[in-house]
């Protein structure tokens, strides 16, 4: 049988596949979400050949062409990925299989229950084709793991200035660090991930000091100057100022304020304006990994998994003990974003470690940038003892 698209070549009659039964079904007989929303947004009321019942279904052959899609994107043929190899069963090197070896386990965990359709559905998949899996040094997870740990690695122990060099530093799986960052930035544009921040939207700012009176106009609350900024964030490098702030006060005290800083007793809170709109990029607008199954997207899954890890650090509160190089990836994702062109962003929005609900901003403005771009007003300077909270 010759469902597969594998064996088309330009000229063919016919592209895509082909599959013959002619059977419904309904959306109670897979254990997966995007098969079950494809066949209630693309089904029609009707008989499930399988439960019998008044249902929305569809034809099983379009299941059957999706279930297809996400079998080409896990799986290669050994002729394409494997070296030839005379003495092993199949003829090629690595784990290669037969259909009905790589379809006894499952491999999407449909768990179709109902006999009748698991006998359509492997009859009409089945191939005398062979199988190997694209990822087969780990699982399809680890391997999208895998590429944020991979540039973790190279900025923190190869290159810090220097991973464009891509044939250096690529990876046996061909995924390198300066091709990522150009995934990000497309990611962000085509899923929309920019928000405008309205002109004169309130932004708080929050500082914790020692000597009460300490905070009394903008420069002392600004972003700090780069000369006393000497310690690193998870978005800044030290040395590199960023204006960091909230919509909600309670929020932004409690990104800044610790008690335990015993040696600082006071905060202040102040408020401060942008003077025109605003470009930010939202990192909580990331979508979800798309379905293995989803043709016009699949190709995505491993950078929005590559940029969920991002976004999850981004949100960790800085720690004493951590080593600085744990940042550095971070921080250059920030600076990608910050200056690319054709991103030309502000700053970012981005989810708080201390209220999964709230959300955090950083304007990318040092103490210079932040006094000449944002209107400041002195009358919101507020400031308390913390053991009061
Ligand atoms: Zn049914």
């Given at each position: ?37 494809h ?27 999706l ?5 080409e ?25 037969p259909?009905?070896?790589i379809?006894w ?13 698991l ?11 062979l ?12 391997y999208?793991?895998?590429l ?12 810090r ?16 660090p ?16 920019i928000t ?8 708080y700012r ?32 030290a ?11 309670n ?7 610790s ?41 995505s ?9 991002f ?59 932040s ?19």
């Amino acid at each position: 049988m010759t469902w597969t698209k594998r064996y088309l070549y330009p000229g063919d009659v016919e592209e895509g596949y082909y599959f013959d039964i002619g059977t419904y079904v309904c959306k109670n007989h897979f254990k997966d979400d995007y098969l079950n929303e494809h066949i209630v947004k693309q089904g029609e009321k009707g008989i499930c050949t399988y439960c019998d019942k008044k249902l929305i279904v569809i034809e099983l052959e379009v299941v059957l062409t999706l279930i297809a899609v996400g079998l080409e994107y896990v799986y290669d043929d050994p002729a394409n990925g494997r070296f030839l190899n005379k003495d092993s069963e199949y003829g090629f090197d690595g784990n290669v299989q037969p259909f009905e070896e790589i379809w006894w386990d499952d491999p999407f965990d449909l768990r179709i229950e109902d006999d009748k359709l698991l006998e359509d559905v492997s009859n009409q998949l089945s191939t005398d084709q062979l199988y190997c899996e694209r990822n087969e040094f780990g699982s399809h997870e680890e391997y999208l793991d895998d590429l944020w740990n991979h540039f973790k690695e190279v900025l923190k122990h190869k290159a810090r200035f220097s991973f464009h060099f891509s044939e250096t530093f690529r990876q046996w799986n061909s995924s390198d660090p300066a091709d990522i960052l150009h995934q990000v930035e497309t990611t962000i544009l085509k899923h929309n991930m920019i928000t405008t921040l309205k002109p004169k939207t309130i932004l708080y700012r929050a500082r914790q000091h020692s000597v009460e009176n300490e905070v009394s106009d903008a420069t002392r609350i600004a972003s700090l100057p780069n000369s006393l900024n000497k310690e690193a964030g998870r978005m800044n490098a030290a040395g590199i100022s960023l204006f960091y702030c909230s919509k909600q006060k309670n929020l932004t005290i409690k990104e800044v304020v610790s008690k335990r800083r015993k040696s600082k007793p006071y905060y202040t809170t102040a408020i401060f304006r942008n003077k025109k709109a605003l470009r930010l990029v939202d990192l909580t607008k990331l979508p979800d990994a798309p379905s293995i199954f989803d043709e016009d997207n699949n190709h995505s899954i491993d950078v929005i998994f590559f940029m969920n890890s991002f976004v999850a650090e981004v949100s960790l509160p800085v720690l004493k003990k951590d080593s600085v190089l744990e940042y550095l990836p971070t921080q250059v994702i920030t600076e990608y974003i910050r200056y690319n062109p054709d991103l030309n962003a502000d700053g970012m929005i981005y989810n708080s470690a201390k209220d999964s609900n709230a959300k955090n901003i950083v304007l990318f403005y040092n103490h210079k940038d932040s006094l000449e771009n944002l209107d400041f007003s002195k009358s919101s300077i507020k400031t308390s003892l913390i053991r009061d909270l």
